[in-house]
T-cell receptor, first 115, second 112 residues
Framework: AQSVTQPDIHITVSEGASLELRCNYS??????LFWYVQSPGQGLQLLLK??????LVQGIKGFEAEFKRSQSSFNLRKPSVHWSDAAEYFC?????????????FGGGTRLMVKP | DTAVSQTPKYLVTQMGNDKSIKCEQN?????MYWYKQDSKKFLKIMFS???????INETVPNRFSPKSPDKAHLNLHINSLELGDSAVYFC???????????FGPGTRLLVL
């Protein structure tokens, strides 16, 4: 069974600073990987996804993530954080050969942005 | 236009009651899902429904049952509600079982 670990429960960065959120997954085959963001009281919005091909994927709001098979990681990055990026971020893995493609989520990382 | 919508947004009820949460998607997607997010923000899949094939997470109690009147709707019915059922329930849909899932805004259920 697949699993996802987000080692950092909370991260605080200053506005304008760079950001990296860590995500490690466990899955026996090629995974489908996602990053979602959840603002307070809101649903989940897809930031980006990796299915195959180029291991560096670009997403919305200036985010990018890099798939590293050797490290079983899919870390999310942003070069300059804005105050509006404060939210909860979830990494998820989907099993491509699972008939249900039920996503497995990490525990989330709460991002706080200092002015 | 709302892609995936859920009603109600908030639901407060007593233990032992039966309740339903409705989900509708206007994306023309073939697959729909239900997730539960607990008080610690942990998200867990409950069901996946594709072309009348239901896949159930084995940890979900049988008090929970998804009902799909048509391809655009997947409602969640909960019998004999318990305190531990309090959570936020998210509906999602995707074009196929291997495509991106789009989430609804969530239904916040509080069982007293």
């Amino acid at each position: 069974a697949q699993s996802v670990t987000q080692p950092d429960i909370h991260i605080t960065v200053s506005e304008g600073a760079s950001l990296e959120l860590r995500c490690n997954y466990s899955y026996g085959a090629t995974p489908y990987l996602f990053w979602y963001v959840q603002s307070p009281g809101q649903g989940l919005q897809l930031l980006l996804k990796y299915f195959s091909g180029d291991t560096l994927v670009q997403g919305i709001k200036g985010f990018e993530a890099e798939f590293k098979r050797s490290q079983s990681s899919f870390n999310l990055r942003k070069p300059s954080v804005h105050w509006s990026d404060a939210a909860e971020y979830f990494c998820a893995v989907g099993a491509g050969n699972n008939a249900g493609n039920m996503l497995t989520f990490g525990g989330g990382t709460r991002l706080m942005v200092k002015p | 236009d709302t892609a995936v919508s859920q009603t109600p947004k908030y639901l407060v009820t007593q233990m032992g009651n039966d309740k339903s949460i409705k989900c509708e998607q206007n994306l023309g997607h073939d697959t729909m899902y239900w997730y539960k997010q607990d008080s610690k923000k942990f998200l867990k899949i409950m069901f996946s429904y594709n072309n009348k094939e239901l896949i159930i997470n084995e940890t979900v109690p049988n008090r929970f049952s998804p009902k799909s009147p048509d391809k655009a709707h997947l409602n969640l019915h909960i019998n004999s509600l318990e305190l531990g059922d309090s959570a936020v329930y998210f509906c999602a849909s995707s074009q196929s079982i291997r495509e991106t899932q789009y989430f609804g805004p969530g239904t916040r259920l509080l069982v007293l």
